[in-house]
């Protein structure tokens, strides 16, 4: 044996004992950088100096210096693997959430709905009291529902009133996200006969740019009622009725003539303006009245889109923003407030 090969079982035999003194993955990984790791470690040093030996001496030092790295380097494995799942349970168990402990909090507060989701709950049951059922439709829906049933045809120049966000699927602006709820009105008509009393409340998509009043992602509710006999006198009282149980007495409700191509005749729906009463304010845009929604008589051709014989039955539709219902409500002056995400004015309402 010569002593090049008595080193070498020397920084085996020691390296060995780090190994399997290493406490940590990190720790083990710098004793095999020391060992086995490169030009600098012990045996790459030992390994360099088999130039000064004959030969024979040298292939015997040589061999034992491979056989000394191939058993630290099995060690090191063996080590790395047992390690590494003692961490990943030590990681568990710290990571481990207590789903049954009680926190006590002396102030400890309760959340709520937003006032939005508040709004059209309210909505929904101030209807479902006068007897309309509540309905719903998909938030992407084609171009066929949001727009030509609702008689606008293809480059119909009355799509320009909404601006669409389009989504990539199918044919090009084929699938969209839908402007406003309208387009459930043509699903409830298509899925049960007259008579019809149904609201159906919703999220909106359109290009605005958000201000005071208008965002990109808004809801409305929209009401229609099929049925024989129904005249714009009552949808007039609908409104009328809507607007004292919500809003109370204090604020005021007109009807403008209006043009929507689904309805005819159609109308605005505005309320006075809270902020100003009246008399003219950012809010309102100085014309002291806060426009809500627009309504009509349902259009014959709508009827025909959705199988139902115009000769036999009439009916009204309408749509209100249920952000801006919400903000009349609660004297909010700006609806981007909504999205802010400030717990100070969420925890208001
Ligand atoms: C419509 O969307 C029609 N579908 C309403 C309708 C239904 C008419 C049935 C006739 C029959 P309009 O684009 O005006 O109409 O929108 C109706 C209401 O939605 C607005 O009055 C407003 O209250 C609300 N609204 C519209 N755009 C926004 C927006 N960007 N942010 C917040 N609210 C909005």
Not at 81 to 104: F, M, P, Q, S, W
Request: glycine share 8%; net charge negative; hydrophobic share 40%.
């Amino acid at each position: 044996m010569t002593a090049l090969a008595d080193e070498v079982a020397a920084v085996e035999a020691d390296g060995l004992g780090r190994v399997a003194a290493a406490r940590s993955v990190a720790e083990l990984r710098l004793v095999e950088q020391e060992l086995v790791g490169g030009k600098r470690s012990a045996l790459a040093l030992l390994n360099s100096r088999l130039g000064q030996l004959d030969v024979e001496e040298r292939k015997e030092a040589g061999r034992s210096i491979n056989a000394a790295r191939s058993r630290v380097q099995a060690a090191v494995a063996d080590r790395a693997e047992k390690l590494a799942a003692g961490e990943r349970a030590a990681r568990i168990e710290a990571e481990r959430l207590d789903l049954t402990e009680v926190i006590e909090r002396r102030h400890a507060t309760r959340g709520h709905r937003h006032l939005v989701t508040q709004a059209r709950d309210e909505l929904e049951d101030l209807f479902v009291a006068m007897g309309y059922e509540v309905a719903e439709g998909p938030e992407v829906e084609t171009d066929w529902y949001n727009f030509e049933a609702l008689n606008m045809p293809p480059a119909h120049p009355a799509r320009s009133m909404w601006d669409t966000l389009y989504v990539r699927l199918g044919a090009a602006e084929s699938t969209l996200l839908r402007t406003h709820t309208s387009p459930v009105q043509i699903r409830v008509m298509q899925s049960q006969p007259p008579p019809i009393y149904i609201v159906a409340p919703g999220r909106c998509y359109r290009r605005d740019t958000p201000d005071a009043r208008h965002l990109p992602v808004f809801h409305q509710i929209e009401g229609l009622v099929v049925d024989r006999g129904i005249t714009f006198g009552d949808l007039a009282g609908t409104i009328e009725a809507f607007t004292s149980a919500y809003f109370g007495p204090n604020i005021h409700s007109r009807l403008r003539p209006s043009f929507f191509p689904f309805t005819e005749p159609s109308a605005e729906f505005e309320v006075s303006c809270i902020f100003c009463e009246g008399r003219g304010c950012r809010v309102c845009s100085q014309s002291g009245w806060i426009e809500l929604g627009g309504c009509g008589m349902v259009d014959p051709n709508v009827f025909a889109a959705a199988g139902i014989d115009p000769e036999e039955y009439s009916g009204f539709a309408f749509g209100f923003g249920i952000d801006r219902c919400a903000m009349m409500r609660h004297d909010i002056d700006d609806i981007r407030h909504f999205i802010a995400n400030d717990i100070r004015f969420l925890e208001q309402f």
